[in-house]
């Protein structure tokens, strides 16, 4: 019954055509959704619903908030993004709420590495996104193996057990049967060295040592 606007009503929710599923529309704890894109072979688009509201008629309009995938990104898809990865942008759209095809899941980035089995309507997001420069919140993040990379939760990685950084088995080379396989892991240096110097990636990286202490952060 809350009237905001003449003619508009805001609704709770809106039920998915030719479905039970419900959407509700509730700010940043709003649903995520797929939305059929424009180009009908493309991938569908990914929402949070912020609000629902009726016009006189009855037609239904969703405010939403743009998940982007890596690709649509100003930088592109980088090697440490993975398949079901997302950014929340600052891009926010009013659309036909019919455009709606199913629920999704968008999990925190720890969430998503902890699941146990990533269905179809799983995603994750670890980074906000500014359309407008392709800048993104956090700038920083905790990069690992000799490679320097931020990490990718479809790759497999081992851990070292004396650093505790964590490496990908092709930048060891060792295949990824052969890392399954391990029992443990000790990284090059800290074997080499029995553990005590201090981590030296100098010859691992292309990246002036300072550069690389520049980005890695305390996890
Ligand atoms: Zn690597
Ligand atoms: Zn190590």
């Not at 606007?5 to 995520?32: A, H």
């Not at 090697?79 to 019919?98: C, P, R, T, W």
């Not at 000799?146 to 990908?168: F, G, I, R, S, T």
Request: hydrophobic share 30%.
């Amino acid at each position: 019954m809350a009237k905001t606007r003449p003619g508009k009503r805001d609704l709770e929710s809106y039920t998915i055509r030719g479905t039970n599923k419900v959407v509700r529309g509730f700010g940043s704890f709003g649903d995520s959704v797929l939305m059929r894109s424009a180009e009908n072979e493309k991938a569908p688009y990914v929402a949070r619903v912020e609000s629902i509201e009726a016009d006189v008629k009855g037609n239904v309009k969703v405010r939403v908030r743009w998940y982007y995938r890596p690709e649509e990104s100003m930088g592109g898809r980088r090697q440490f993004h993975g398949i079901k990865e997302l950014f929340l942008s600052d891009h926010y759209d009013v659309q036909s709420a019919h455009t709606i095809e199913d629920k999704c899941i968008v999990h925190t980035f720890k969430n998503y590495t902890k699941l146990e089995d990533v269905g179809p309507e799983d995603y994750f997001c670890r980074f906000e996104y500014k359309a407008a420069t392709g800048g993104f919140t956090p700038d920083r993040v905790a990069v690992y193996c000799k490679c320097e990379m931020p990490y990718n939760p479809d790759d497999l990685m081992v851990q070292c057990e004396a650093c505790k950084d964590w490496y990908h088995p092709g930048c060891l080379n060792m295949t990824i049967e052969q890392a399954k396989q391990l029992d443990s892991f000790m990284c090059y240096e800290c074997s080499s060295i029995d553990g005590k110097r201090p981590h030296n990636k100098s010859s691992a990286s292309g990246l002036a040592n300072g550069k690389v202490e520049n980005k890695r952060q305390k996890r």
